[in-house]
């Protein structure tokens, strides 16, 4: 199983409103990351966990908790978003080996947030 | 700094032409690089990677890539392209034993009949 799952598929939030999105992968992978996507630009990396640990914030305000409870799910809690953060949520998620190699990213499709 | 170029915003090409999509990195060291494809409304897929050896890469749904390290290039190339092939592409580049991946802008490939 090479997949990455995402839910939900799209969500519609007010900015009162608290949230979350899930990610789940049974790859075995140990490294999940959270990337944002507008349209017409590549993703923007977020957050990333190595080990459960988190690893990487890319000074993401902190109306966005990232959450990893297990190996194999990732969590993003939302509160207080603003309309400026509608966009494509992408998970990913890769082995995180130590061999020195750039272990390839597996994408899940995504979570279409709008804030209105 | 690590940056990756990706000249073309959008390219147009008729089913059964070939293909190159063009792609330029900056880089001090030996760069990991990767082609991502992405249809609309989904996740990425990774099309084909480089880390080292041969310089010709061989990716899935016939694509293959080509590493030229004079010229900074990792040009996506297809010998015969399929409507189904309509997607952003997306080359990235990798730092060594890092999480972070760099992705340049995209390419937007139009496919017409």
């Known amino acids: 199983d090479t997949e990455v799952t995402q839910t939900p598929k799209h969500l519609v939030m007010g900015m009162t409103n608290k949230k979350s999105l899930k990610c789940e992968q049974h790859m075995g992978h140990r490294a999940m990351y959270w990337y944002k996507q507008k349209a017409k630009k590549p993703p923007e990396l977020m957050f990333v966990y190595s080990y459960e640990k988190l690893s990487i914030n890319e000074s993401v305000p902190s109306r966005f908790s990232p959450e990893c409870p297990n190996s194999s799910l990732l969590n993003l809690h939302l509160h207080a978003l603003q309309p400026e953060d509608s966009a494509l949520y992408l998970c990913a998620s890769s082995q995180d080996t130590e061999s020195g190699s750039m272990d390839e990213q597996y994408f899940g499709p995504g979570t279409r947030l709008t804030v209105t | 700094a690590q940056s990756v170029t990706q000249p073309d915003i959008h390219i147009t090409v008729s089913e059964g032409a070939s293909l190159e999509l063009r792609c330029n990195y900056s880089?001090?060291?030996?760069?990991?690089l990767f082609w991502y494809v992405q249809s609309p409304g989904q996740g990425l897929q990774l099309l084909l990677k480089?880390?080292?050896?041969?310089?010709l890469v061989q990716g899935i749904k016939g694509f293959e890539a080509e590493f030229k390290r004079s010229q900074s290039s990792f040009n996506l190339r297809k010998p015969s392209v399929h409507w189904s092939d309509a997607a952003e592409y997306f080359c990235?580049?990798?730092?060594?034993?890092?999480?972070?991946?760099?992705f340049g802008a995209g390419t937007r490939l139009f496919v017409k009949a």
């Open positions: 990235a580049v990798g730092a060594t034993g890092g999480f972070k991946t760099i």
């Open positions: 880089y001090g060291a030996t760069p990991y």
């Open positions: 480089y880390f080292s050896g041969d310089t």
